[in-house]
Structures are given as structure tokens and as C-alpha cells.
């Protein structure tokens, strides 16, 4: 099993930043991928970022050059540094986590942080 726990989000002014945090735990020593997905109100969860366990990164277009993805592979921590945010990008942003076991995928949540831009 893996356990993630987010933090970091919250109320910013559009133009403004954010780091979110999600630590790790449990069976992280087989845990390939790790991203942030995100939910806004009446809409399907998104892609924003992921990240693999060999450096690679991959980020949603709306989202290029304002959001960095990066792991602390000592702590345990996945990081998503937010900046020049827009109300669009208003929503319960998730950690993920993925282990590939047997040939198996197993899929892993945080239980989400609210993130939410306005004026």
C-alpha cells in the first residue's frame, strides 16, 4: 500500500503562486509514477503534471510554463510549484501514485487540496 497525504493549497489572487507538497509512504520503494491531477466543480478529473521515476515529466498545455513538477526522492515528497495563477486553475488538486506489481497497475490517491483563485 502506498499512503499519500497533500498540502499546500488554499485562496491566491489570480496572478499569484502556490506550492502544493504530497508526501509518500508506505510501499514507495516500487512506485514507477507520481503526477498531480486536478477536479474543478462539474468537471472530470484532469491531468496536470507527472512525473517518472526516470526524470521524465509531462504537463497538461494549459498549464505549461506556470507549473513545475518535481520529486525529493530523499523526503519522499512530490512537489507542484504553481505560479502566475488563473481562475480557471480553481480546483481539488490530487496526488497520485503509481506501482507497477507483476505487470499490474495500482493506482493511488491523496484525498486532495482545495485550490481555488479569486480575486
Known amino acids: 500500500q502506498v499512503h499519500l497525504v497533500e498540502s499546500g493549497g488554499g485562496l491566491v489572487q489570480p496572478g499569484g503562486s502556490l506550492r502544493l507538497s504530497c508526501l509518500a509512504s508506505?510501499?514507495?520503494?516500487?512506485?514507477?509514477?507520481m503526477g498531480w491531477y486536478r477536479q474543478a466543480p462539474g468537471k472530470q478529473r484532469e491531468l496536470v503534471a507527472d512525473s517518472t521515476s526516470a526524470g521524465t515529466t509531462i504537463y497538461a498545455d494549459s498549464v505549461k510554463g506556470r507549473f513545475t513538477i518535481s520529486r525529493d526522492n530523499a523526503k519522499n515528497t512530490l512537489y507542484l510549484q504553481m505560479s502566475s495563477l488563473k481562475p480557471e486553475d480553481t480546483a481539488v488538486y490530487y496526488c497520485n501514485a503509481v506501482r507497477w506489481i507483476l505487470g499490474i497497475q495500482y493506482d493511488y490517491w491523496g484525498q486532495g487540496t482545495q485550490v481555488t483563485i479569486s480575486s
Open positions: 508506505g510501499s514507495i520503494f516500487s512506485i514507477s509514477t
